[in-house]
């Protein structure tokens, strides 16, 4: 069974520009979470889908980052503009359902330095 | 609301020793607990969890956990470390209702030979 894809695995880019990445998840997966990993901290929720409808995105900062999930497979995380906070891995992992008790598969994670 | 605890951002045992890595949690309602291990380079993967039920949790490469809700704790026990557990553990809690799932800040675990 293939696991969640991403790409690219790193990116390095100045403050104010713009970047973007993608996450594959494991098939037949409903639910998908982008998680925001800094540094020496655990990694923080940023946004959730269940299928192509948004779960929770109440910590995703709205005025620089988004995402969608169209068709409710694949999806892809937008910053526009960096800042240099956003130095982070930014984590996709998919489960099977919403339930909470389920376990979330990750992928390898996108490294991204601002500079 | 919901936290997680972790004591000790790093931990040293020697080949053969015993781990523990110790969680504390914070919850309103009775919560979901797990354990993830992530090697360098690589995404989160599960070790155990605990839902409801049986409070001793067994997981993958001889990993065990204990819920106590008296000490809202789910501690991380193997009795004898090997090289290959090097690596940063997480602990995370979750519940129904809603609540996202949160995880603590890691301890990475080194084996000394």
């Known amino acids: 069974e293939a696991g969640v894809a991403q790409s690219p695995r790193y990116k390095i880019i100045e403050k104010r520009q713009s970047v973007a990445f993608w996450c594959n998840p494991i098939s037949g997966h409903a639910t998908l979470y982008w998680y925001q990993q800094i540094l020496g901290q655990g990694p923080k929720l940023l946004i959730q889908f269940q299928n192509n409808g948004v779960v929770d995105d109440s910590q995703l900062p709205k005025d620089r980052f988004s995402a969608e999930r169209l068709k409710g497979v694949d999806s892809t995380l937008k910053i526009q503009p960096a800042k240099l906070e956003d130095s982070a891995v930014y984590l996709c992992?998919?489960?099977?359902?919403?339930?909470?008790?389920?376990?979330?598969?990750f992928g390898p994670g996108t490294r991204l330095t601002v500079l | 609301a919901q936290s997680v605890t972790q004591l000790g951002s790093h931990v040293s045992v020697s080949e053969g020793a015993l781990v523990l890595l110790r969680c504390n949690y914070s919850s309103s309602v009775p919560p979901y607990l797990f354990w993830y291990v992530q090697y360098p380079n690589q995404g989160l993967q599960l070790l155990l969890k605990?839902?409801?039920?049986?409070?001793l949790v067994k997981g993958i490469n001889g990993f065990e956990a204990e819920f106590k809700k008296s000490e809202t704790s789910f501690h991380l026990t193997k009795p004898s470390a090997h090289m290959s557990d090097a690596a940063e553990y997480f602990c995370a809690v979750s519940s129904g209702g809603g609540f996202k799932t949160i995880f603590g800040a890691g301890t990475r675990l080194f084996v000394k030979a």
């Open positions: 605990y839902t409801t039920g049986a409070t």
């Open positions: 992992a998919s489960s099977l359902g919403l339930d909470n008790y389920n376990e979330q598969f």
